[in-house]
């Protein structure tokens, strides 16, 4: 069974950091490509970042220089550390897997950013 269970999300202020945790089971998790994406009240899930399983990684532009993704394959899992957040950061945080055509989605862990 095919699982990504997300973790590490809770209320920080502006300015502070979180780390996301990400584990996988159930896949040969070093041959995919995993991301991390997330969803605001009212608007579209959005990519966050992406690492290929060589990691190299790719980050939206609007937390490039904040947001680090990285991954440990002998752990099975994928990280987001979150540094320097701002209020519109608020959002349901997903973890996603892809090797195409197969895509599996974690059930998400809330980041509010508030003072």
């Known amino acids: 069974q095919v699982q990504l269970v997300e973790s590490g999300g809770g209320l920080v202020q502006p300015g502070g950091s979180l780390r996301l945790s990400c584990v996988a089971s159930?896949?040969?998790?070093?041959?995919?490509?995993m991301g991390w994406y997330r969803q605001a009240p009212g608007k579209q899930r959005e990519l966050v970042a992406t690492?290929?399983?060589?990691?190299?990684?790719n980050y939206a532009d609007s937390v490039k220089g904040r947001f680090t993704m990285s991954r440990d394959n002998a752990k099975n899992t994928v990280y987001l550390q979150m540094n320097s957040l701002k209020p519109e950061d608020t959002a349901v945080y997903y973890c996603?897997?892809?090797?195409?055509?197969?895509?599996?989605w974690g059930q998400g862990t809330q980041v509010t950013v508030s003072s």
């Open positions: 690492i290929s399983r060589d990691g190299s990684t």
């Open positions: 159930g896949f040969t998790f070093s041959i995919y490509a």
């Open positions: 996603n897997g892809r090797l195409v055509p197969r895509e599996f």
